[in-house]
């Protein structure tokens, strides 16, 4: 029997080199790989994760200390591989890839662990003396609310808020041995989407499926069936029918016993997919993402690992989610950036579900109507070519903004106002929220900058007030009402912001209501999904938003979908900027025209040429790839090559610059080695960066992690903040 147990610290320094033996005493016999305790390290005490168990060491017994305690809740073993795994892939440390996978709350300090527990109500049952009470015989001088409570018990346990009557009262009752008061553990369900019903309802199809999804279909259950695992690409138009093939192929990994994780970009898509799938599945779905409370996510993620819910729904950090004998994994929208995360360790949510679904067996079916290129060369394709009512997809039409100075085109803003005539609904897509981008003095030229980062202020509005926010480290300063330079009060808000069009559509097209989703919209709980939900109980109305509002909803009484600036990312200095704009134009065009009445999309553009902005208006996804997969391979940019951009950032230039070039040094000659160069300013950080291209992903990523490590361990560059971003996005 292993007697020595194998901990990760959870803590955060690069230069450490784990794993450290413990001996695991009688009292902790119960210690198995994923268990979390609290250590000896050093002077002090710290958080550790098990991550393999064995007889033997290399310390001497007498020198292996014992963990001082378990925490309850442990992670399978599985996970813990996982966590590790990402930990190599993305040059980042086993602390913190293992941080990724523990239960929600844990933390990394041991007096704050664990940071949630199961919530417990005081639950009254009532005794044979309280029966007798209540039918008249003995204990007498109850009061009347006494006497009610009783007669409530009568029917069954309950709750002292149930029974509305004080804990005072409560505790009377039971010194008086009327009542016997136990605990009673209670789930705290997230709120933002309806309950389905009882877990045990029968799985019945929502309506019969096409020739196309039946085709789709088939080639998902045959290796879910012979549990082999496999890597498929679902590229359905909007309006296909992908999440009708999820929900089957979901309903045929549970009747093998089996759980299934489905994922989602962005939390604003989570209320939607779960209600679809609690309908159909009822309580054993569970949701995960940030925006719950803490409880609500620790009820979850133990629902979860306990095996009452076998479906998880949510965005990145579902991957994580604590399932045994995992069938499937669905990732929805797999085109979307927004699966990369953006701090360490900087993982693609992409590539750790596909490993996962290869650790455990499992399909993996990514789902989108604008694939990405990596995706389109390496998975097996699977198509919907057709809406599942065989409507058509909406004409797309491109309006030249060149010599317009107006936020709108005199074509937009007519086909708004008959939305307000029709009485019919519409998406206007913005790339910016806030009202205005950019401030300056229009006499001395002054622009107000964030004194943190070397970026401008956004201009923002709450009703009267106006504040300047950065929307890099959210400094916030009055808006100026003249210029502290020179006096002049000809102070210039430029661009448009979601603010600043949605005030304006209210006006122009009232009594038409307007909407709003962006983040700020998002900031209080519940915000996304109430704003989603108020646009869709209404009868009409104008939903403005930044890119949320084209990932993946599904309302089929918009009739319009603008693209209020389509070059925005054209503009940036990226290899992917086609095809992000070729995905955000594709993707709001499939919100338009899915009910009857049809729809048309409008997009405003100065560069009506682009190839990205051509093929999506003639819906074109595979003339777009096939162009965009060559001019790749011609610059040998990913999938032809992996990126690896490394950061070295420090309050003082000169160290960031140093720490950078030293990088440059440890990496050697063998590698394709960009920089170092300056980047701007972010939170009082100075920055400067590498960029490595390779064709041996492995090798770079093993160079890379070997070179941080040991200028993380130089004295001279302590302070210095390092950070890798493998496959940057």
């Known amino acids: 029997m292993p007697s020595i147990a194998r901990v990760e610290p959870l803590t955060t320094a690069r230069a450490l080199r784990g794993p450290f033996d413990y001996r695991i005493p009688s009292r902790m016999a119960g210690i198995e790989v994923g268990s979390v305790l609290v250590v000896p390290f050093g002077h002090r005490r710290v958080l550790g994760l098990v991550v393999d168990l064995t007889g033997e060491s290399d310390v001497p017994p007498e020198r292996l200390v014992e963990p001082v305690r378990a ?15 990402i930990a190599d892939a993305y040059c980042s440390t086993p602390a913190r890839g ?8 844990t933390g990394t300090s041991p007096r704050a662990a664990p940071g949630a527990s199961t919530r417990e109500l005081l639950e009254a049952t009532l005794t044979l003396a309280g029966r007798e009470a209540l039918q008249g015989h003995g204990a007498g001088g109850l009061g009347p609310r006494q006497h009610a409570a009783l007669g409530r018990l009568a029917k069954g346990p309950s709750t002292a808020a149930e029974l509305d009557i004080p804990h005072a009262t409560l505790a009377s009752l039971q010194r008086r041995s009327l009542v016997r008061i136990g605990r009673r553990a209670v789930a705290r369900r997230p709120a933002a989407v309806e309950r389905g019903g009882a877990g045990d309802r029968p799985l019945t199809p929502s309506h019969r499926l096409t020739c196309a999804q039946e085709s789709a279909l088939g080639a998902v259950l045959e290796p879910l069936a012979a549990r082999r695992h496999a890597a498929l690409l679902l590229h359905g138009v909007t309006g296909s029918g992908k999440t009708e093939v999820y929900l089957r192929a979901a309903q045929a990994a549970l009747e093998q016993g089996r759980t299934a994780i489905v994922m989602v970009p962005e939390i604003a898509l989570t209320p939607q997919t779960a209600r679809r799938f609690e309908e159909r599945f009822g309580d054993r779905v569970a949701i995960l993402h940030s925006k719950l409370g803490l409880g ?16 998880c729904v949510g965005p990145r950090s579902a991957v994580f989610a604590p399932l045994a004998d995992l069938g499937l994994v669905v990732l929805d929208e797999e085109h979307d950036a927004a699966y990369k995360q953006e701090s360490d360790p900087r993982y693609d949510a992409r590539e750790v579900a596909e490993r996962r679904a290869r650790l455990s067996g499992a399909v993996l079916l990514c789902g989108t109507a604008t694939p990405r290129p990596e995706s389109w060369l390496r998975l097996p394709r699977l198509s919907l070519p057709e809406r599942v009512d065989d409507s058509p997809l909406p004409p797309v039409e491109l309006l030249d903004m060149r010599g317009l100075r107006h936020a709108l085109h005199p074509d937009a803003r007519r086909a708004l106002e008959e939305v307000r005539e029709r009485g019919s609904k519409a998406i206007v897509l913005v790339a910016r929220r806030g009202w205005s981008p950019f401030v300056d003095c229009r006499d001395c030229g002054r622009a107000w900058m964030c004194r943190n980062c070397d970026v401008s202020l956004t201009l923002h509005r709450d009703g009267e007030a106006q504040r300047l926010v950065c929307h890099h480290c959210g400094h916030a300063e009055p808006a100026p009402h003249a210029c502290p330079d020179c006096g002049s009060t000809a102070v210039a808000r430029h661009g448009v912001g979601t603010q600043r069009l949605e005030a304006e559509l209210r006006e122009a097209l009232a009594p038409l209501p307007v909407f709003r989703l962006d983040a700020d919209a998002g900031r209080r709980k519940g915000g996304i999904a109430s704003v989603l939900d108020r646009f869709e109980s209404a009868p009409a109305g104008i939903l403005v938003g930044t890119q949320m509002v084209a990932q993946g909803h599904d309302f089929p009484d918009v009739e319009l979908a603008i693209v209020q600036d389509a070059d925005a990312n054209l503009r940036f200095p990226d290899f992917r900027a086609e095809e992000r704009t070729f995905s955000l134009v594709a993707q709001l065009a499939g919100r338009s025209g899915r009910g009857p009445a049809g729809g048309r999309v409008l997009v405003q553009t100065l560069c009506p040429s682009a190839a990205s902005l051509r093929h999506a208006a003639a819906h074109d996804a595979g003339g777009f790839l096939a162009e965009e997969v060559e001019r790749r391979r011609a610059l040998r940019y990913p999938p032809f090559s992996t990126l690896i951009r490394l950061l070295a950032a420090s309050p003082d230039q000169q160290t960031a610059d140093a720490a950078a070039a030293l990088l440059r040094r440890r990496l050697g000659d063998g590698l394709d080695v960009l920089g170092p160069a300056p980047l701007f300013r972010v939170k009082d950080l100075c920055r400067s960066t590498l960029i490595v291209k390779t064709d041996d992903r492995e090798a770079a990523v093993a160079a890379v992690g070997e070179a941080v490590r040991s200028v993380a361990s130089e004295r001279s560059l302590r302070g210095v903040k390092l950070a890798v971003d493998v496959d940057p996005q």
């Not at 293992?98 to 709350?105: C, D, E, M, R, S």
């Open 98 to 105: 293992l941080a990724l996978v523990l239960p929600p709350g």
């Open 71 to 85: 925490l309850e809740s442990g992670v399978p073993d599985e996970l813990v591989d996982l966590g590790l795994w």
């Open 296 to 311: 609500e996510r620790y009820d979850e993620w133990q629902r979860l690992r306990s095996g009452a819910a076998r479906i």
